[in-house]
């Protein structure tokens, strides 16, 4: 992995994953999409971490695919290899919702096509006042049906909505996010971390099963077949759940009034 476009902070079981292309508005070079992918790929057997803070350098979280980079003689020049290349970009928002860690995007600036999808992909998304999203595809040429917009857009804020701002790229401020529900904060910038810090207080008091298997099931449930396939997985994982020593921990500590102390692992 390219640790300088993305750099890893570790601690106490959350990783800070940060952008690292200021210059660029932390758009999305080769480099960074294979860091992304490795990074977000590896999460699945990681059960020392337990959330994935995302972000980007500067005052931007990513303004999408780099578009300046030079491409080279190897760029795609057929639809064949032109998929290949589409896919490495489309399977890291595939591995953000397939790791088992929820994940906290801190948006501020520009969050454009690839960093639209990148937001959308997340399960917290928290804004500054700055924040534009769109889905800049449609503007350069290209549908706006991209990286998974088109699945993550209309399950959050319905199919009207979604079309008025796909069949336009217009932009989404930060307000305007929080109404619809895409953001569940808006703070200044330089209480972005604080703010994803009261987050992780609250989610590093779960157990780390509950926390895997929570991300999990409502995953699941967006594509549910009914109610009664929810029930199914949420009583499975209430079941598995309860099963372990972290189950007991947490009556104890409730019935205490103290902090839970929970295995590392899940």
Known sequence: MNHEV?????QDGVIWATMNRPERLNALSRDLVEALREFFTGLYWRHDVRVVVLRGAGANFCAGLDLKEPRGSNAPRDVS???VSQRQISEIVIAMRRCPQPIIALVNGAASGGGFALALASDIRIATPTMRMNAAFIRIGLSACDIGVSYFLPRMVGSSVAAEYMLTGRFID???AYGLGLVSRIVAP???DDEAKSFLADMLTTTPLGLRLTK???NVAIDANGLEAVIAMEDRNQILCGQGEDFREGVT???EKRKPQY????
């Open 6 to 10: 993305l750099k890893i902070e570790e």
């Open 81 to 83: 290899s032109g998929l």
């Open 174 to 176: 930060a307000e305007r």
């Open 253 to 255: 500590a409730f019935l």
């Open 190 to 192: 330089e209480r972005l």
């Open 216 to 218: 999990e099931a409502l």
């Open 263 to 266: 295995g590392r692992k899940a």
